[in-house]
């Protein structure tokens, strides 16, 4: 492994800690299920802990993003501008609030119960989508704060895909791939992929052995079989493109973030102080309290929508939605 991939695998290794300590906290709230009473159970033991801990991951994940980048880019001190980590917790990467991808995972559960399904198997099951929901909004969140990162410091060319063994066939296939600073990052229900931020000049000259066909050959014969099938491990050892042979069966992989929040739009958020016009509204206990009438697009959709513009524009809209001091 060369070194300049050291930093990004590291980089992974600490999200996936922050994951896994998060899927702890979930699988013990599981266990107070109780399926007598499921929706009560489900309110009172599982939903504040899942939200709570899926908040509490993504903004630990969003603040690896600046330390990650001065590491990378070989600054002793962090980054200004930084990303502020609580902009990206809270919501998914859709802009959908947390509490929506539990009602979700609670709404699956009560049909595949009443499909059939023992409660035993049924639980089992909403806990793996309650865990993959919990562990792909957490590294969402850690690489869309990553990618604003590298946008805020001009010096970024674009990023280099990194990825982690095992992976699966489509990422595979992105190994070592350049992308503008201002282009999503593709990726699937808990993909663990990074990124790489790279100035032009390192891209040119650095990992050379950053590649889909190196990623393969560092596979054994039974994994290469296992993650692309027999016959298509097979024809990629003869020589055959592994884009080819996996685009052939395989869809193109969706971009995080394109939408819109309510997140941090209050009076007292960074993004609702800065968009102004704010209006008092109620809140669902009777109380009252101020939010800007502006849409706050996710920062993954603030980079959607500025792909074609200047960067310094970009940086600004990142600052003026509240994801950038």
Not at 68 to 89: H, I, M, N
Not at 215 to 241: C, H, K, P, S, Y
Request: glycine residues 8%.
């Amino acid at each position: 492994m060369t070194a300049q991939l050291t930093r990004p695998l590291r980089h992974v290794d600490a999200t996936q800690v922050i994951v896994r300590r998060q899927a702890e906290v979930i699988q013990r709230s599981w266990r107070s299920l109780e399926f007598g009473g499921l929706r009560g159970s489900f309110a009172a033991h599982v939903l504040p802990v899942f939200l709570s801990a899926v908040t509490d991951g993504q903004t630990q994940a969003a603040a690896l993003a600046t330390p990650y980048v001065a590491d990378v880019l070989g600054e002793a001190d962090e980054l200004t501008p930084s990303v502020v980590p609580a902009a990206f917790a809270g919501v998914g990467a859709s802009g959908l609030p947390l509490a929506a991808l539990a009602e979700l995972v609670l709404w699956r559960l009560l049909a595949d119960i009443g499909a059939g399904m023992s409660a035993t198997d049924a639980a089992a099951r909403g806990l793996r989508r309650a865990l993959t929901y919990a562990g792909t909004e957490i590294t969402d969140a850690g690489r869309t704060a990553t990618q604003v990162q590298l946008i805020a410091d001009t010096r970024v060319a674009g990023y280099e895909r990194v990825v982690k063994l095992p992976a699966c066939d489509r990422c595979v296939i992105l190994t070592g791939r350049l992308y503008r600073y201002s282009e999503g990052f593709r990726r699937h229900p808990r993909c663990d992929c990074s990124m790489r931020p790279v100035t032009a000049e390192q891209y040119r000259t650095e990992n050379p052995d950053n590649h889909p066909r190196a990623l393969f050959d560092a596979m054994t014969a039974a994994e290469q079989n296992a993650r692309f099938g027999v016959g298509n491990a097979d024809a990629i050892r003869a020589g055959a493109d592994l884009s080819q042979v996996v685009n052939a069966r395989r869809g193109a992989m969706p971009v995080a973030g394109r939408w819109t929040t309510r997140s941090g739009t209050t009076s007292r958020g960074l993004a609702g102080a800065r968009l102004g016009q704010l209006a008092t509204v109620p809140t669902s206990s009777g109380g009252r309290y101020r939010r800007t009438q502006l849409a706050r697009p996710t920062a993954g959709q603030v980079v959607t929508d500025y792909a074609d513009r200047s960067r310094d524009e970009l940086i600004a809209a990142l600052r003026r939605y509240g994801y950038v001091l």
